[in-house]
Structures are given as structure tokens and as C-alpha cells.
């Protein structure tokens, strides 16, 4: 027969002698772990749950904004190739910049899917210092060549779908770049593609795209969105 008595401060004698001491802290049991430990679990997280996880008390926003989390966040979604920059605002501040040029760059595509000129108009920083190299071999610099380039990409009547992969992004205070490749047919090679982005009056724009010209059986096979 086991006998268990449990007395204040929880102190609980068992088996008439052994003796286990438990303290009552209040915190629960994801608080109480190492931090070596929660920065792992941390790491099964997406963007809103860490993100959610850190509005829940002052324990957890320590634990969420911790700069190890981010960094394995920031690997599972865009890239290990970064792992040994340290950026100047920790890697929270880096994730969030570089979630904001694969949403800004996703949007470019939009636009050359949908064919909205003045919306690619805005999308330009208006500079004569801007170039565009389309995939036809053809080069434009300033805004306005590059503006009529656009213009004569949108008149045309036949238009490939395109696939973006292999996101690569590398972000800096007020410049970000973004290299990919876009498929026409997975099956086919990919056109090589880098977006520049300068920052200006609180957003993001466009200043350089370079498509690379793919050939196919020796012709020059042009991707007309760019």
C-alpha cells in the first residue's frame, strides 16, 4: 500500500519518506520549457501563429520575437542561402521586409498576366535611370522606352502563361533584388529572370527587369510577358 501525503508549498511525501518538491509558478508548461527547446517548437510555426503567439502575454511576445525563431521562419519559407547574414534589425524586421518584396514582385506578374498598363505605370519608378531587357533580346532605358515597351508587350494577341519558381530574395535598407525563373512548359527550360526594387516614399518600385532570352532548337524563343 502506498501512502502519499501532500502538504503546503507543495511539498509531497510518498512511500514514507521520498520526497518530490513541485514548484507553483504559474506558468504554464511552454513557459517553463529551455529556451533551446522553445525556440524549436517555435519553429513549427507559420508567419500569423508566431505572429498571434506573440499578442498573448509579455512570456510569449519574448519568446516569439526571439531572433532564432524568425531565422528558422525565414528559412522554412524563402531560403537557406542567407543563413549566415546577420541582418542590422534582427531577423523579424528582415522576414517582414522580404515577405514585402515576394508580395510586391507577385504582383508585378499580376500585372503582366492581366495586361494593366497604367498599373505597371505606377509600378515604375519614374527615372531616367530605370531599364527593362525583355526577353526578345530588347533593351529600354528611362521610363518612358520602358513605359512603350510595355505597351507594345500588352498589344499582342498571343500571350504565354507563365509559372514563377524559385524565388530567390536578398533585401537591403532601401534596394532589394529578386532572381526566379519563369516556365513557360515545366518541361521546357526556364527563362532567368531579376527584378531591382528601390525603396521611395514609403513603398517599394520597380527600376530594373532582366528576362534572359531562352533558345529552342537553336531559335530565339521569346516570353513575350517580359
Same mark, same amino acid.
Given at each position: 500500500?502506498?501512502?502519499?501525503?501532500?502538504?503546503?508549498?507543495?511539498?509531497?511525501? %510518498?512511500?514514507?519518506?521520498?520526497?518530490?518538491? %513541485?514548484?507553483?509558478?504559474?506558468?504554464?508548461?511552454?513557459?517553463?520549457?529551455?529556451?533551446?527547446?522553445?525556440? *524549436?517548437?517555435?519553429?513549427?510555426?507559420?508567419?500569423?501563429?508566431?505572429?498571434?503567439?506573440?499578442?498573448?502575454?509579455?512570456?510569449?511576445?519574448?519568446?516569439?520575437?526571439?531572433?532564432?525563431?524568425?531565422?528558422?521562419?525565414?528559412?522554412?519559407? !524563402?531560403?537557406? %542561402?542567407?543563413?549566415?547574414?546577420?541582418? +542590422?534589425?534582427?531577423?523579424?524586421?528582415?522576414?517582414?521586409?522580404?515577405?514585402?518584396?515576394?508580395?510586391?514582385?507577385?504582383? =508585378? !506578374?499580376?500585372?503582366? #498576366? %492581366?495586361?494593366?498598363? +497604367?498599373?505597371m505605370g505606377r509600378f515604375w519608378?519614374?527615372?531616367?535611370?530605370?531599364?527593362? =531587357?525583355?526577353?526578345?533580346?530588347?533593351?529600354?532605358?528611362?521610363?518612358?522606352?520602358?513605359?512603350?515597351?510595355?505597351?507594345?508587350?500588352?498589344?499582342?494577341?498571343?500571350?504565354?502563361?507563365?509559372?514563377?519558381?524559385?524565388? #530567390?530574395?536578398?533585401?537591403?535598407?532601401?534596394?532589394?533584388?529578386?532572381?526566379?525563373?519563369?516556365?513557360?512548359?515545366?518541361?521546357?527550360? +526556364? !527563362?532567368?529572370?531579376?527584378?531591382?526594387?528601390? !525603396?521611395?516614399?514609403? #513603398?517599394? =518600385?520597380?527600376?530594373?527587369? *532582366?528576362?534572359?532570352v531562352s533558345l529552342i532548337g537553336?531559335?530565339?524563343?521569346?516570353? +513575350?510577358?517580359?
Amino acid at each position: 500500500m502506498t501512502a502519499k501525503l501532500s502538504g503546503a508549498n507543495g511539498i509531497t511525501v %510518498e512511500n514514507g519518506g521520498e520526497m518530490s518538491v %513541485e514548484k507553483q509558478t504559474g506558468a504554464s508548461m511552454m513557459e517553463q520549457l529551455v529556451p533551446e527547446i522553445t525556440t *524549436h517548437a517555435l519553429s513549427y510555426l507559420d508567419f500569423p501563429s508566431l505572429c498571434r503567439l506573440s499578442m498573448t502575454n509579455s512570456l510569449m511576445r519574448k519568446a516569439a520575437n526571439d531572433d532564432n525563431a524568425w531565422k528558422a521562419l525565414y528559412n522554412k519559407d !524563402f531560403t537557406l %542561402e542567407q543563413d549566415n547574414v546577420n541582418p +542590422p534589425n534582427g531577423w523579424k524586421a528582415y522576414y517582414a521586409a522580404t515577405r514585402a518584396i515576394v508580395t510586391v514582385n507577385a504582383e =508585378f !506578374f499580376r500585372i503582366v #498576366r %492581366e495586361r494593366l498598363l +497604367p498599373a505597371m505605370g505606377r509600378f515604375w519608378l519614374n527615372a531616367d535611370y530605370v531599364k527593362c =531587357f525583355h526577353a526578345n533580346g530588347q533593351t529600354y532605358s528611362g521610363y518612358d522606352a520602358v513605359m512603350g515597351s510595355w505597351r507594345a508587350v500588352f498589344s499582342w494577341e498571343n500571350v504565354n502563361d507563365f509559372q514563377i519558381q524559385d524565388v #530567390r530574395t536578398r533585401v537591403l535598407s532601401d534596394m532589394a533584388w529578386v532572381n526566379m525563373k519563369a516556365y513557360i512548359d515545366i518541361g521546357a527550360r +526556364p !527563362f532567368n529572370m531579376t527584378n531591382i526594387y528601390e !525603396f521611395h516614399d514609403g #513603398r517599394w =518600385f520597380m527600376v530594373h527587369h *532582366h528576362s534572359s532570352v531562352s533558345l529552342i532548337g537553336g531559335v530565339q524563343h521569346q516570353l +513575350p510577358q517580359g
